[in-house]
């Protein structure tokens, strides 16, 4: 097995691990290197720690689910604002039913300044504005709907007693989804802003 297959194949031993459990701390490198079928050392020389190695598996995990998204059929009916927003609930989605793999991943993110996330809405934004915006322009926008979204799902709770809105609910949630992509978009295209009266907290 040369270098390239071994790293793979522990990513994918970790990612065959964390779909049997979402407990960070009780995930072991020596459960993983078992799993894999190389020695624990070749997790440190190729990840440096666990949790560099969980951080890839999981981004990866996320990686798939939004590709899987954007490839999948029922997506080429919908305009590229209403697939920006379904992709993004689609995210909350994946993050409920893996909480806390999703909370590590997003605390590492937002600690270590990791930007690769928002890079995966560029090709929608480009569809949503064309020409009329360059790249670092799209980058920006990106940032400012994933990084609220990151911010909240850390703790809905807290945004609970914050906004009122409970992103336990999916209808509250994709409510707030809706409000934050169409201010932030209508804003962006001079449009002014978006209200959407349908969304309370009832």
Same mark, same amino acid.
């Given at each position: 097995?040369?270098?390239?297959?071994?790293?793979?194949?522990?990513?994918? @031993?970790?990612?065959?691990?964390?779909?049997?459990?979402?407990?960070?701390?009780?995930?072991?490198?020596?459960?993983? @290197?078992?799993?894999?079928?190389? =020695?624990?050392?070749?997790? &440190?020389?190729?990840? %440096?720690?666990? !949790?560099?190695?969980?951080?890839?598996? *999981?981004? !990866? *995990?996320?990686? %798939?689910?939004?590709? =899987?998204?954007?490839? =999948?059929?029922?997506?080429?009916?919908?305009?590229?604002?209403? %697939?920006?927003?379904?992709?993004?609930?689609? $995210?909350?989605?994946?993050?409920?039913?893996?909480?806390?793999?999703?909370?590590?991943?997003?605390?590492?993110?937002?600690?270590?300044?990791?930007?690769?996330?928002?890079?995966?809405?560029?090709?929608?934004?480009? !569809?949503?504005?064309?020409?009329?915006?360059?790249?670092?322009?799209?980058?920006?926008?990106? $940032?400012?709907?994933?990084?609220?979204?990151? *911010?909240?799902?850390? &703790?809905?709770?807290?945004?609970?007693?914050?906004?009122?809105?409970?992103? &336990? !609910?999916?209808?509250?949630?994709?409510?707030?989804?809706?409000?934050?992509?169409?201010?932030?978009?209508?804003?962006?295209? =001079?449009?002014?802003?978006?209200?959407?009266?349908?969304?309370?907290?009832?």
């Amino acid at each position: 097995m040369n270098e390239q297959d071994a790293r793979q194949s522990i990513i994918d @031993a970790a990612k065959a691990i964390l779909d049997e459990e979402d407990d960070i701390e009780k995930i072991t490198v020596r459960q993983i @290197a078992k799993r894999a079928g190389v =020695g624990t050392g070749l997790i &440190n020389y190729h990840f %440096k720690s666990k !949790d560099n190695l969980l951080s890839i598996a *999981v981004g !990866d *995990v996320m990686s %798939k689910t939004i590709s =899987g998204f954007l490839q =999948g059929n029922l997506q080429h009916d919908l305009d590229p604002v209403s %697939k920006l927003k379904a992709l993004m609930k689609e $995210l909350y989605i994946v993050a409920g039913d893996k909480e806390k793999l999703i909370r590590f991943l997003l605390t590492r993110e937002i600690m270590e300044g990791n930007m690769q996330t928002p890079l995966y809405l560029i090709p929608l934004l480009r !569809d949503i504005f064309g020409t009329s915006k360059n790249d670092m322009q799209l980058r920006i926008i990106a $940032l400012q709907i994933l990084s609220p979204i990151q *911010v909240t799902a850390l &703790n809905c709770s807290a945004f609970l007693m914050y906004s009122g809105i409970n992103l &336990n !609910d999916r209808d509250q949630r994709s409510c707030f989804i809706d409000m934050l992509i169409d201010n932030l978009l209508y804003k962006t295209m =001079g449009k002014g802003e978006k209200t959407n009266e349908n969304c309370n907290n009832d």
